[in-house]
């Protein structure tokens, strides 16, 4: 292989570019070309690409989003998409591909690389970690951590003001911030999409609360939870609690997604961007690097998309113990 490209795509996370910048040096070191391909698969079909090298990564490993961008393709959805980005990959000579994202980044590889057989590898690149094959996505870290300092900041004017605050995380089918951001900020309660938690579990846990004189709470809602989201789940528990109760909405949104990475997903997303880079040289395709028990693995993108990570549901069970 002598020439290959590095994209992002899907929803941007902190330590992309550390990622970036490991495919990128990566490549330098073993001697093979390598281009950047901006905005995901847009710009895949629209042949935005440059080469690069290994000064184009200079003083990026801690700058947050992405310097190669990204976008969700609806384009790419479609053949006639596909059959353009297929074209513009050809006329550039590139004859592999480092994709950086989540399940939409890999189930587009995947259907591409059936479709015109260039080989893809895949590094995880998500806040959510959702994706099964690798313990952990990179971006998810820097995102707990920003979630936490949130919650860390809430939960001073929630015990000033003896409020319930509801506080919203992203996570549209998966609860892992929520559980660690929760956990680690002492949330009385976490609610997840993966596991239902009746509105009357979240009366009851506030309720027995107040009983021992508790005065403020945290309930920490994954944007996904299948009561709605933190303010349709608020606007529930204002509706069936008796009294005047004084609860507070704060929704954490898009600021998890930006932000300086911290240290572990630097050196994940290092991993990853090489463990991805070596492997397409190796020959492995239609894969997704992951880090699995420290052990660099590769799993095939059918499993990363079809298989589901389930969530430790004891954790949540902890989080109730430690909120008594
Ligand atoms: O996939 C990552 C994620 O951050 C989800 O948690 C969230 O639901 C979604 O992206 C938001 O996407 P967008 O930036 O397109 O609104």
């Not at 073993?30 to 995901?40: P, T």
């Not at 549209?172 to 938690?197: K, N």
Request: proline residues 3%.
């Amino acid at each position: 292989m002598k020439r290959i490209a590095v994209f992002t795509s899907g929803g941007d996370a902190p330590g992309m570019n550390a990622c970036i910048r490991a495919v990128v040096r990566g490549a330098v070191y073993h001697g093979v070309e390598v281009f950047g391909i901006r905005k995901g698969y847009n710009g895949m079909i629209a042949g935005d690409m440059f080469q690069m090298s290994s000064h184009s990564v200079s003083n990026i490993v801690q700058r947050g989003g992405t310097i190669l961008k990204s976008a969700r393709s609806k384009e790419f959805m479609t053949p006639e998409g596909r059959k353009k980005a297929y074209e513009a990959l050809k006329e550039h000579g590139i004859e592999g591909l480092i994709a950086i994202g989540g399940n939409g980044t890999f189930t587009g590889a995947m259907i591409f690389q059936k479709e015109y057989g260039i080989p893809t590898v895949g590094a995880p690149g998500t806040i959510d970690n959702d994706l099964y094959g690798t313990d952990y996505t990179i971006g998810f870290d820097t995102a707990v951590n920003t979630a936490l300092d949130a919650i860390d900041r809430i939960r001073d004017t929630a015990s000033s003001h003896d409020r319930i605050f509801f506080i919203e995380v992203m996570g549209r089918d998966s609860g892992y911030i929520a559980i660690q951001s929760g956990i680690a900020g002492g949330a009385e309660l976490v609610m997840v999409p993966e596991v239902l938690t009746p509105i009357s579990e979240v009366i009851e846990t506030l309720q027995q609360g107040w009983k021992r004189s508790k005065s403020s709470s945290i309930v920490v809602v994954a944007e996904g939870d299948e009561e709605g989201n933190a303010a349709q789940v608020a606007d529930k528990i204002k509706r069936q609690v008796e009294g005047d109760v004084d609860i507070r909405v704060t929704t954490l949104g898009h600021t998890q997604r930006g932000g300086t990475p911290s240290a572990q997903d630097r050196i994940l997303a290092s991993r990853l961007g090489l463990g991805a880079l070596e492997g397409l040289l190796a020959g492995q395709k239609n894969v997704m690097a992951g880090i699995i028990n420290n052990e660099l693995v590769y799993t095939p993108f059918e499993d990363t998309i079809r298989l589901p990570k389930p969530i430790n549901e004891d954790l949540l069970r902890m989080v109730k113990i430690l909120s008594i």
